[in-house]
């Protein structure tokens, strides 16, 4: 097998009324970079650069900072302390040759990253969001994707920009996980786990559980890499074809994640979930799209029978320990609510349990899934890779549904 692989990476900053761009080339072990249209060449400059010469849409250049000061402008979030926005557009190039078939991937898209402190100048909030887009850019669909965002920080936060931010202790409330973002509880407690090399630890919490019920809730978690999805491939980075995984299934633990490697040593099928940095690292199994299912219940309906509950609306990391199945996830800022309303903003708290604990202990799903751009560090290697989930309410600590 033959394998190529070229790739194109634009990234756009935008920080506080200053504007900077770096776009690099990747072509095997040579890199062409482009600083605010100052050319540097890295790795070997004896290649010739036309090997970069791939279909390249030219970077966003005609997206001002004044563009997005204006846009910020028209929402009602107090006064603005700071505004970050990185816009990174991927183009990626595969080709593979094996036994005289070709198969070709290209894929574009592009991940922009939001961040805002606003409110009070002694207790400011500070959100950060991920925004997907897929496909071409061009500037009207950026400020489209961030206006779509603004108005829901400006719709959670903008009644509570001048208020202090309240101390809680989160085991005293119910947790309630927002489409999207929460997705990160899939992603860390469950989804690290069950990816093959993890799996097969002899110390894996959920090791030797395949095919058992691991929770009372009956509910669906799935890997999933198709086309219309955030993270997509036709052919994994060991030569597979990606296919979806149902990893849990109506409260059944139905599948792992494995590479080719995982999947020779234990003789098991191979999901194509094989995926590396770049050309200088080995693939190893990895997430891609991981999702919990929909259920039936709206977003208005859970927060209405909330009678005390944080919505964790900001969620920036977390990790899991898989030896037991402890986690832990820090989230910025909270919206605290009393029956049935927000009344308030948290401080940053972390919010952690147990995997088994927390799976049954949801005590409502709703039916307004998302998906969420992320990245992941994993053995030295970080990844685009996205989660979803619909809205989650998760009963207090210690209380089993």
């Not at 070229?6 to 072990?29: A, Y």
């Not at 909330?306 to 996830?329: M, Q, R, S």
């Not at 088994?356 to 751009?373: C, H, R, S, T, V």
Request: charged fraction near 25%; glycine fraction near 6%.
């Amino acid at each position: 097998m033959v394998k190529e692989e070229r790739k194109k990476v634009t990234v756009i900053n935008l920080v506080n009324g200053q504007k900077n761009i770096t776009s690099f080339f990747e072509d095997g072990t040579v890199r062409r970079c482009i600083n605010n249209n100052d050319v540097e060449y890295y790795a070997d400059n004896s290649i010739d650069s036309s090997i970069f010469t791939m279909d390249a849409d030219d970077y966003i250049d005609d997206i001002q900072w004044h563009d997005i000061d204006a846009l910020i402008k028209e929402h009602s979030l107090g006064t603005v302390l700071c505004t970050s926005v990185v816009i990174r557009s991927e183009r990626r190039m595969l080709h593979v040759t094996a036994d005289d078939n070709i198969t070709k991937d290209d894929t574009l898209y592009t991940i922009i990253e939001l961040t805002l402190s606003f409110g009070n100048l002694y207790s400011p909030i500070t959100s950060k969001r991920n925004l997907y887009v897929n496909g071409k850019l061009n500037r009207k669909n950026i400020l489209d994707t961030l206006n779509k965002e603004l108005f829901k920080i400006e719709k959670q936060y903008s009644e509570h920009t001048s208020s202090e931010l309240i101390s809680v202790d989160p085991e005293e409330y119910e947790i309630i996980l927002p489409a999207g973002i929460g997705g990160i509880f899939v992603h860390e407690a469950i989804g690290h786990c069950l990816e093959g090399d993890l799996f097969f630890e002899k110390d894996n919490v959920l090791n030797k559980k395949l095919g058992k019920r691991i929770t009372l809730n009956d509910i669906s978690i799935s890997d999933r890499c198709s086309r219309e999805d955030m993270i997509y491939y036709n052919i994994s980075d060991d030569g597979i074809i990606p296919e979806n995984v149902d990893l849990i299934k109506n409260g059944f633990l139905e599948g792992i994640m494995t590479n080719s490697m995982i999947s020779e040593y234990y003789k098991i099928k191979d999901t194509g979930n094989g995926r590396a940095m770049d050309c200088f690292n080995i693939p190893i199994p990895r997430m891609r799209n991981t999702y919990l299912h929909n259920g039936s219940e709206s977003c208005e309906s859970i927060l209405r029978n909330t009678k005390k509950g944080i919505i964790a609306a900001d969620i920036i990391g977390g990790n899991v320990i898989t030896a037991n199945g402890d986690f832990v996830f820090n989230v910025n800022h909270g919206l605290i609510v009393e029956n049935g309303s927000i009344i308030g903003v948290t401080k940053p708290f972390l919010f952690s349990s147990n995997i088994a604990d927390a799976l049954n202990q949801i005590n409502a799903i709703g039916n307004d899934l998302e998906f969420y751009p992320s990245k992941c560090a994993k053995q030295g290697q970080l990844i685009d890779v996205s989660f979803g989930m619909p809205t989650v309410k998760i009963a207090k600590r210690g209380i089993c549904l």
